[in-house]
């Protein structure tokens, strides 16, 4: 078993009927299906949570159930976290609205209302309806994921990676190209990368802990390090070591610190002017 894992928090938000129920539970198994056959190399952990206190309408609005995906994805350490809801998502755009996503958050958001066959006054079974709301909530969820993970839509109608403008277009939608599959895995890879603090082991200390950071990600601190050029400091203060210099000097000729001078041997002398000019030049910096 591959140690590459991704996992994906699925929120489902407000209350679903038995119908919206099983579709869930068949497209959660059918987005597992296609993300295990096709990306082999790593883990899939889909954990799902019930929060029927975040919908309290009909309709809803979609910033707000991401910002719950986004509380709960880092409570909970995911990699995305998705809200799927049966209320109408609110928008400003168009008159549909059956999904919206936030790469910033790594989130995104479901709304099974306008998937299903009977929101356009088709007359459909309830076994029809779970498989038409389940095939088309996976496919969003197929096509989130690319997204979130930075790639581009695609013009194909036959691609996860289509904009769909209506919920029948998404049933069309089942494939990506070789290209789209090796872009997948090598954001996978650094998505999939474990973070220090999610490795098991025995607890560890704050100073532990910055040691084995500072020995994983080696490479990258001394790759920020040159790109700083830490060597041209003293040139780029040049104008600060001479502002501090001139503040010394004026300080030099007060008669307090002419008073304070004359009391003291050569030695505490060099030392307070020592101070003085460490003291002034981090001041000034």
């Known amino acids: 078993m591959s140690d590459r894992l991704v996992e994906i928090g699925v929120i489902v938000a407000g ?3 038995e119908v919206d129920e099983a579709a869930v539970r068949r497209a959660l198994g059918q987005f597992r299906e296609f993300v295990t056959s096709r990306f082999p190399d790593f883990r899939w952990e889909i954990t799902s949570s019930r929060r029927p206190e975040a919908v309290a309408s009909n309709r809803t609005a979609p910033s707000a159930l991401l910002q719950q995906a986004l509380e709960e994805r880092d409570e909970q350490h995911w990699d995305f976290a998705f809200a799927i809801t049966a209320a109408e998502l609110e928008s400003h755009y168009s008159h549909h ?3 919206a996503l936030s790469r ?3 989130s995104a958001v479901f709304s099974l209302s306008l998937i299903d066959p009977r929101a356009i006054g088709r007359a459909a079974e309830s076994e029809e309806r779970i498989a038409t709301i389940a095939k088309r909530l ?3 969820m197929l096509h989130a994921v690319a997204h979130l993970l930075g790639l581009a839509r695609d013009s194909s109608p ?3 990676l289509f904009h769909p403008t209506s919920a029948e277009q998404l ?3 089942e494939e990506l190209t ?4 090796e872009r997948h895995n090598a954001a996978l890879k650094e998505i999939a990368d474990q973070r220090l603090e999610e490795q098991t082991g025995n607890p560890t200390t704050s100073l532990g802990f910055m040691l084995r950071s500072a020995v994983i990600n080696a490479r990258e601190i001394w790759q920020a390090i040159g790109a700083a050029r830490p060597w041209e400091f003293p040139r780029r203060l040049s104008g600060l070591t001479l502002a501090a210099v001139s503040t010394l000097v004026v300080l030099l000729l007060t008669a307090e610190s002419w008073d304070l001078a004359l009391s003291q041997n050569n030695f505490s002398t060099s030392v307070l002017v020592l101070l003085s000019w460490i003291g002034t030049t981090t001041y000034v910096v």
């Open 171 to 173: 049933d069309a939608m």
């Open 15 to 17: 209350s679903l009927d």
């Open 158 to 160: 036959n691609n996860l």
């Open 97 to 99: 609205c059956f999904a």
């Open 138 to 140: 996976s496919r969003l």
């Open 104 to 106: 910033p958050l790594d």
């Open 178 to 181: 070789e290209s789209q599959v």
